[in-house]
């Protein structure tokens, strides 16, 4: 079994964003980017699939400028064999994102495609269900438990109302959850190693996929402001606020 | 054109964002069409018809659609689009599962997560956990929006009539197969959904002082929460965290205990209407978001808080 896993070059969840003072976006130079967090998650599942013997190969993939290889070289680092990149500047819209996939899915024809369920930069939560959607493929998104089985993968979702389980047949696509696992950290000697590792660099433009824009960005800008609160001397003051000022209690 | 709700439902009754749903259907036109697909939800589809501001109730039965599985329901609303400008449905897990494959097969690009309807075309939603907001404008000739259910208020649920038509069901889709669903019971609300949400942070030292935070919860009626800390530090399962990561939550209150005020955690509750914090550390960020402040030890806080609670004749619930 061949297991494809898209990664995200995305801010780094713990940095304070700012948003730019002309309304057209978020300042990401000399920010620290990072994987995006459930794309962690989707890599490891994919390579402890691949430990115990169930899947042959892991490829990692990522959509985006020359510096999103950094994520599909530590990716390679934690465990996936070889890596793909697919070059294109600016920023794509989760449709023109799975369009692209399908034509790599088209390429590799992997069993599997892993993900995480939604980037933390947008928060669409869109790529893995459009590209399930033009492949026919079943999908299982917020996965937090998957058993691979012969042709089929039993998968745990989270869901609002508790969990479900549902059985997919390969081929399939997974979007990943953060219960799904604990992503490792990559040892020096690993990343070391990942450097030798292949990675095959594509042009978007070379794909034949429509990506232009659908969407319009009119303004982005920041949250409103919350008012500035009051200290309170002690436990009894902190009730009656909430009691009587509040009236939340 | 008039705009496709598609509404949520347990086969037997609406679910509750349902209604939410509704009125923001309604903000982008009058005209809002519900579709409704189960089995054997006949009940849940006069609910719907019930709704003032749904103006036809489209019914579509088959034993493939019990659970609900998106694979199942994408191609009838594929299908009905066309008669439809805008397909609605809330941003849960329902939503986000189904809406994608939707748009998808319609080649539009989906507008997720919606907080304000601006124009039909134009959207706020909030990206990077809510730091910061985006107008969106769709240019697709249809339109694939899901909303925040808690930035909408639910529609009035009774003093409709509208008409119900049978639509035919289409294929199964033979390659997912609903095995389980193990709703978790709980005498708390639901965290995504709480009025009232208490979180304990790192301060909270082990896992045993939860309980603490379980007391004041219990006797509020809240959810609990947690830090991303308190979760990599073992002393909770992961699906409390509340942040960036974990879950955003909205609730009338936040008792941040013994959080210190990491951003990631701050994009997850900043927009909660009433902030409460309670550290020992008066530096700690969280503060500058708290409504009320307390600079105190936890460990002697909290068994007074509980105190205090006892001490009250009546709680809201």
Request: aromatic share 4%.
């Given at each position: 079994?061949?297991?494809?896993?898209?990664?995200?070059?995305?801010?780094?969840?713990?940095?304070?964003?700012?948003?730019?003072?002309d309304?057209?976006?978020?300042v990401?130079?000399?920010?620290?980017?990072?994987?995006?967090?459930?794309?962690?998650?989707?890599?490891?599942?994919?390579?402890?699939?691949?430990?115990?013997?169930?899947a042959?190969?892991?490829?990692?993939?990522?959509?985006?400028?020359?510096?999103?290889?950094?994520?599909?070289?530590?990716?390679?680092?934690?465990?996936?064999?070889?890596?793909?990149?697919?070059?294109?500047?600016?920023?794509?819209?989760?449709?023109?994102v799975?369009?692209?996939?399908?034509?790599?899915?088209?390429?590799?024809?992997?069993?599997?495609?892993?993900?995480?369920?939604?980037?933390?930069?947008?928060?669409?939560?869109?790529t893995?269900?459009?590209l399930?959607?033009?492949?026919?493929?079943?999908?299982?998104?917020?996965?937090?438990?998957?058993?691979v089985?012969?042709?089929?993968?039993e998968?745990?979702?989270?869901?609002?109302?508790?969990?479900?389980?549902?059985?997919?047949?390969?081929?399939?696509?997974?979007?990943?959850?953060?219960?799904?696992?604990?992503?490792?950290?990559?040892?020096?000697?690993?990343?070391?190693?990942a450097?030798?590792?292949?990675?095959?660099e594509?042009?978007?433009?070379?794909?034949?996929?429509?990506?232009?824009?659908?969407l319009?960005?009119?303004?982005?800008?920041?949250?409103?402001?919350r008012?500035?609160?009051?200290?309170?001397?002690?436990?009894?003051?902190?009730?009656?606020?909430?009691?009587?000022?509040?009236?939340?209690? | 054109?008039?705009?496709?709700?598609?509404?949520?439902?347990?086969?037997?009754?609406?679910r509750?964002?349902?209604?939410?749903?509704?009125?923001?259907?309604?903000?982008?036109d009058?005209?809002?069409?519900?579709?409704?697909?189960?089995?054997?939800?006949?009940?849940?589809?006069?609910?719907?018809?019930?709704?003032?501001?749904?103006?036809?109730?489209?019914?579509?039965?088959?034993?493939?659609?019990?659970?609900?599985?998106?694979?199942?329901?994408?191609?009838?609303?594929?299908?009905?689009?066309?008669?439809?400008?805008?397909?609605?449905?809330?941003?849960?897990?329902?939503g986000?599962?189904?809406?994608?494959?939707?748009?998808?097969h319609?080649?539009?690009?989906?507008?997720?997560?919606?907080?304000?309807?601006?124009?039909?075309?134009?959207?706020?939603?909030?990206?990077?956990?809510?730091?910061?907001?985006?107008?969106?404008?769709?240019?697709?000739?249809k339109?694939?929006?899901?909303?925040?259910?808690?930035?909408?208020d639910p529609?009035?649920?009774?003093?409709?009539?509208?008409?119900?038509?049978?639509?035919?069901?289409?294929?199964?889709?033979?390659?997912?197969?609903?095995?389980?669903?193990?709703e978790?019971?709980?005498?708390?609300?639901?965290?995504?959904?709480a009025?009232?949400?208490?979180?304990?942070?790192?301060?909270m030292?082990s896992?045993?002082?939860?309980?603490?935070?379980?007391?004041?919860?219990?006797?509020?009626?809240?959810?609990i929460?947690?830090?991303?800390?308190?979760?990599?530090?073992?002393?909770?399962?992961?699906d409390?965290?509340?942040?960036?990561?974990?879950?955003?939550?909205?609730?009338?209150?936040?008792?941040?205990?013994?959080?210190?005020?990491?951003?990631?955690?701050?994009a997850?509750?900043?927009?909660?209407?009433?902030?409460?914090?309670?550290?020992?550390?008066?530096?700690?960020?969280?503060?500058?978001?708290?409504?009320?402040?307390?600079?105190?030890d936890?460990?002697?806080?909290?068994?007074?808080?509980?105190?205090?609670?006892?001490?009250?004749?009546?709680?809201?619930?």
């Amino acid at each position: 079994m061949k297991i494809l896993v898209a990664v995200k070059r995305v801010i780094d969840y713990n940095v304070q964003i700012r948003v730019k003072e002309d309304g057209t976006g978020v300042v990401t130079d000399n920010v620290k980017m990072s994987t995006n967090p459930p794309d962690d998650n989707a890599i490891e599942e994919a390579v402890k699939i691949k430990e115990a013997g169930k899947a042959t190969e892991v490829v990692a993939v990522t959509v985006g400028e020359e510096k999103a290889q950094e994520t599909v070289r530590k990716a390679l680092a934690v465990g996936a064999d070889r890596g793909i990149h697919v070059k294109v500047d600016g920023i794509l819209e989760p449709l023109a994102v799975s369009k692209i996939l399908q034509k790599i899915v088209d390429k590799e024809k992997p069993d599997l495609v892993f993900m995480g369920k939604q980037a933390i930069d947008d928060d669409c939560n869109q790529t893995g269900q459009m590209l399930s959607a033009l492949l026919n493929w079943p999908q299982a998104t917020f996965a937090s438990k998957i058993d691979v089985k012969d042709n089929k993968l039993e998968v745990t979702r989270e869901i609002d109302e508790g969990l479900e389980t549902i059985e997919i047949n390969v081929p399939a696509i997974v979007t990943c959850d953060l219960r799904l696992n604990e992503p490792r950290y990559a040892s020096l000697p690993n990343i070391m190693k990942a450097k030798k590792k292949p990675i095959e660099e594509i042009a978007a433009s070379d794909l034949d996929v429509d990506v232009s824009p659908r969407l319009e960005q009119i303004k982005v800008e920041e949250p409103p402001k919350r008012k500035a609160g009051i200290k309170v001397a002690n436990v009894a003051e902190l009730v009656q606020k909430l009691k009587n000022e509040a009236k939340v209690i | 054109m008039a705009v496709l709700l598609i509404a949520e439902h347990n086969n037997k009754e609406l679910r509750p964002f349902t209604l939410n749903a509704a009125t923001a259907a309604s903000q982008i036109d009058s005209d809002v069409h519900a579709v409704i697909i189960g089995q054997n939800s006949a009940d849940a589809a006069k609910q719907l018809s019930e709704l003032p501001v749904v103006k036809k109730v489209l019914s579509v039965e088959g034993a493939h659609y019990e659970n609900f599985t998106a694979e199942n329901f994408a191609p009838v609303i594929v299908k009905l689009a066309e008669n439809y400008s805008h397909i609605v449905c809330s941003a849960n897990t329902f939503g986000k599962n189904l809406m994608p494959r939707i748009a998808a097969h319609l080649d539009t690009s989906q507008v997720s997560d919606i907080i304000k309807v601006i124009s039909p075309d134009t959207f706020l939603r909030p990206i990077y956990a809510g730091n910061a907001f985006a107008t969106i404008k769709s240019n697709d000739a249809k339109k694939c929006i899901t909303i925040r259910p808690t930035s909408f208020d639910p529609c009035e649920s009774t003093g409709g009539s509208a008409p119900i038509e049978k639509v035919d069901a289409s294929e199964e889709f033979s390659n997912t197969k609903f095995i389980k669903r193990e709703e978790i019971k709980s005498d708390r609300p639901e965290l995504g959904t709480a009025r009232i949400v208490v979180s304990g942070g790192r301060g909270m030292q082990s896992g045993d002082n939860f309980k603490l935070i379980t007391e004041i919860a219990d006797k509020l009626g809240a959810a609990i929460g947690a830090s991303r800390a308190a979760v990599d530090a073992g002393y909770i399962s992961n699906d409390h965290q509340v942040g960036q990561t974990g879950k955003v939550v909205v609730p009338d209150l936040y008792i941040a205990v013994g959080i210190s005020g990491a951003i990631q955690h701050l994009a997850g509750m900043k927009e909660s209407k009433v902030i409460v914090a309670i550290n020992k550390d008066g530096e700690a960020p969280i503060f500058s978001v708290a409504d009320y402040g307390l600079e105190a030890d936890l460990f002697e806080a909290l068994p007074q808080f509980m105190e205090e609670l006892n001490k009250l004749n009546t709680i809201q619930k």
